[in-house]
């Protein structure tokens, strides 16, 4: 019997009695809706209009998951007020449904109290926290929150490799992974990281023998970030099973969702669908998934909804407000001092020809004498200070200068450090600061007045540095590797942040000790102290192959 494509399709009662006895044999596609945020840090404003844009398109899409991919924590001044807890609130009132930790959720690390700014942040969350590469036991901090591996019922705020969450009467496998670049670039501490293909593999396995198919993949790994650390695509490519990746860390802004239907060798594959959000709460990302009887997906639709094209929500508004005015009670105290010139915070990647990352600045020089200055009170023998260019995030305009500026420039509330180090682990740690110049590296070392070094960014990575002097007695005298130096600088630095290994090696060995004084406070007091500051770049830091 032929039927015209144009006939609508009917049933016969015998069809129509087979389907009512065997519903499963013909059953409709499932489609999953995806709600998605991620690397919000700190911009708590964004909040009342993002839930003004979830309201919207629940309405459109339905009922979804809604997750975040991690990196709340560290940005403005929000956040260095009340460390996540303002964020927390407006998460618990949009209804999250997990979230995975970032690498900057690990920022405020205390080396004697551990993450208790994170703790607390976990413990006000509605919402379960995700993490299969990531393990919490040793960090007591959290041991309270320690879920099993996969949450069946999972408790709001308990940590768990992955979760089963229901969504229109099907089970979904949600499962976390973060990236293992935290240990360079921002301080873990007690909590490890392990490889994100591994666990995954190991999650995949795990929701299968559960008998669940429609697994996705909450991570802070970057969607096209560095393969020696993993990300999005590579994980899409070599790991069969995950269906869905939502993602965070690389800041990219995907319009729609990017399907991955090849693995690594060029095979076909089952789908994975890749989302992501850009940045700062600037977009609601929106994704709809459909799968077969099999759990395979089938297609894929979304956007991402910018929040500014929504009116805040009159609650959410109402609730800000507390946190706002307190917010701007701290950024306009001012320290007492006013700077007759400003002082820029350059980038590459904002069009400028030098970089905080591979140039002297004279941003970074008043940091690094501000450190010395603070360090020499404690240890008069100190011979430099060192700050890293990834830890100077904002300029200080001209002006009266406020608190709320300061802590912009220096928002991760790093402590001052002594360290006794050699001459050639000194030497070590500029070949490691100067590998990637004059390209952007966030171990690029802004250093002291009274401290000279001069590379050649031509010459091989490990043999750059030409010579590395300080001034000692009134005399710039060269660098002695058998010497043993007092030096100052961050406690993010000293434990090995942004690749300094030799500093990590020091800091193991005990030759490292926190003594007090958080960053931005040492360059209010430096500034507070000099008066009249006009911080210049005066050849600290020479590159030959620009002579």
Known sequence: MS???RAPWRATPLVAAMLALSPGVFAAPFTLTIYHTNDLHGRTDQYPQLVTALAKARAEYGEGLLLDAGDIFSGTLYFNEFKGLDAVEFMNLMGYDAFVPGNHEFDLNDPESGHQALAAFFEAADFPIVGANLDFSAAPEFNALLGESIGTEPQPGHLYDGVILEQGGE???VFGLSTQSSETVSSPGNVT?????????AMVAAFDAQGVNKIVALTHLGFDSDPAVGNDLLLARHVEGIDVIIGGHSHTRLDAPVTVAENALGEAKAPTVIGQANEYGKYLGVMQVTFDDDGVVTASRGELLAAEDFEPDADAAAMLEPYTARIEELRDAEVGVTLGTALPNPRHGNGDEQSV????????????????AAARRVNPQTVMALQNGGGIREPIPEGPVTVGELIAVQPFGNRLTLMDVTGAELLQTFEIALASAPEESGAFLQVSNGTEVVYDSREPAGERVVSLKVTENGELNEIDPARTYVIATNNFTAAGGDDHAALEAAHNDERSHIVGNTDWEMLRDYLVEQGDVAPRVEGRIVDRARD
Do not use: F, V
Not at 193 to 201: K, Q, S, V
Not at 359 to 372: C, F, R, V, Y
């Open 3 to 5: 039927i015209s494509p």
């Open 171 to 173: 089970r979904i496998g």
């Open 193 to 201: 990281l392990g490889d994100y293909r591994a666990a995954a593999e």
């Open 357 to 372: 990352r591979a140039d002297e600045t004279a941003l970074g020089n008043l940091i690094s004498d501000g450190q010395l």
